[in-house]
């Protein structure tokens, strides 16, 4: 009769079951698992799983994790923490991506493949910025791995640095002549989306959320409400209607009652527009639906930017863009026009909701590096002051010219700022 073969500490068999199996605890949790048929092959599992376990109950994790299963991982996180249309580039990005690098573990990953990768995009016709998008919504997974998920032991892809491109990430502000021209071209609907833009600063996310409720709107002491969850930096901040602003909000609210659903055309269909209905929101799409869509507030403002006869984009001799006009330029013109009339940094800060005083700073040294030839060019006895062919005209007041003062108007430049 042949001995029964005694199992290391933390393999056990199941009755009616073939094969061996692990069972302990690290650290309180149980770890079970079946280890195989082989008892030689199942002990090496099990010392290894054992390692592993223990390695992951000190924060010593590996890369050995499925690279499925962390997406699937961190896009329920996005899902919780994030806006719906920001996961859907998320998941684009990503779906994109980890079919091409072939990989099943995140111990696969490595830089080389990765520069692979960008290399056969580019040559396939992609943006530098739409490659750096996919990378990174790759390495930003990864990252949160390591970081909150604790599920990996590190970034395979820390180090890589993304792509150079030459177009501007944000839009230059309207000029002075600009801003009537794009509010008068606009249709009644989209001219409340641009001036309510033009006189709060708000960004794009900001604004697309308001609604109808006291969380966003202070009758009383006429102020528009940013609250901490939507904020940018965290921070609630209030913004005082001007009076037309508060006009078109009354307007908008006595109205809404009025709004029925839109009927949907193209690609988009009409159950779709309708699921999206909304009588809450301040400022929706033609269809009456939030505009939190990417596409419906640029293809607008690029349709009316157009009508009003403004140039979208500005090269330079070589065929560098130099600037060019989207959503945040409204913003930028919201807070150049304030700079230009006299308001201090603090007061910009807190209306723009930055977070430190030094990003609101570095608007200040474009605008303010301009008017160094608005002051040069009152000196009554110079010639005033040309801007070289590589520096960007920014919009500017016009100073006022005082009592008994020859106006030096036509001595003067709107400020500029230079284009690297």
Wanted: overall charge positive; hydrophobic content about 35%; some cysteine.
């Amino acid at each position: 009769m042949s001995r029964k073969r005694k199992l290391p500490d933390g393999m056990v068999t199941r009755p009616g079951r073939k094969g061996y199996y692990a069972d302990f605890k690290v650290g309180g949790r149980r770890i079970q698992k079946k280890l195989g048929t082989d008892f030689d092959a199942a002990k090496s599992i099990l010392t290894d799983l054992r390692a592993r376990a223990e390695r992951a109950d000190f924060n010593l994790l590996d890369n050995n994790h499925p690279i499925a299963d962390l997406r699937r991982q961190y896009i329920a996180h996005c899902k919780q923490a994030l806006e719906a249309s920001t996961v859907r580039c998320y998941e684009d990005w990503l779906d994109t991506i980890l079919p091409a690098l072939g990989v099943v573990k995140v111990s696969q990953l490595t830089i080389p493949a990765v520069v692979a990768y960008r290399e056969r995009r580019l040559a396939k016709g992609r943006s530098p910025r739409t490659v750096n998008g996919e990378v990174g919504a790759l390495a930003t997974m990864l990252n949160w791995g390591v970081n909150l998920g604790k599920v990996i032991g590190s970034n395979p892809l820390a180090g890589l640095v993304p792509l150079p491109h030459d177009r501007p990430k944000e839009g230059r502000p309207l000029s002075d002549d600009e801003v009537p021209r794009l509010l008068k071209a606009s249709a009644p609907h989209w001219r409340d989306v641009w001036y309510a833009f033009l006189v709060t600063g708000l960004r794009k996310s900001e604004l697309a959320s308001l609604q109808f409720t006291g969380e966003f709107l202070d009758w009383e002491a006429r102020e528009v409400i940013v609250p901490p969850w939507l904020a940018k930096n965290g921070v609630l901040r209030r913004i005082p209607m001007d009076d037309e602003l508060y006009a078109i909000l009354k307007r908008l609210e006595s109205g809404r009652a009025d709004r029925k659903p839109g009927k949907g055309r193209g690609k988009v269909s009409a159950e779709r527009v309708q699921a999206r209905f909304s009588r809450d929101h301040i400022f929706v799409t033609t269809g009456n639906t939030p505009l939190t869509s990417r596409g419906n507030l640029r293809r607008a403002l690029l349709t009316c930017l157009e009508k009003a006869g403004i140039e979208r984009a500005t090269y330079a001799p070589d065929g560098r863009l130099l600037e060019h006009v989207d959503i945040h330029s409204l913003r930028k013109t919201f807070a150049t026009s304030l700079i230009c009339s006299g308001a201090d940094p603090k007061t910009v800060q807190e209306l723009l909701g930055h977070k430190t005083l030094a990003m609101t700073m570095r608007i200040y040294a474009k605008v303010r590096g301009g008017t160094k030839r608005q002051a040069m060019a009152r000196l009554p006895y110079g010639a005033g002051t040309s801007a070289p062919a590589h520096v960007v005209q920014m919009p500017a007041r016009t100073l006022p010219v005082q009592s008994g003062e020859q106006s030096t108007a036509s001595k003067e430049s709107t400020p500029q700022t230079e284009v690297g």
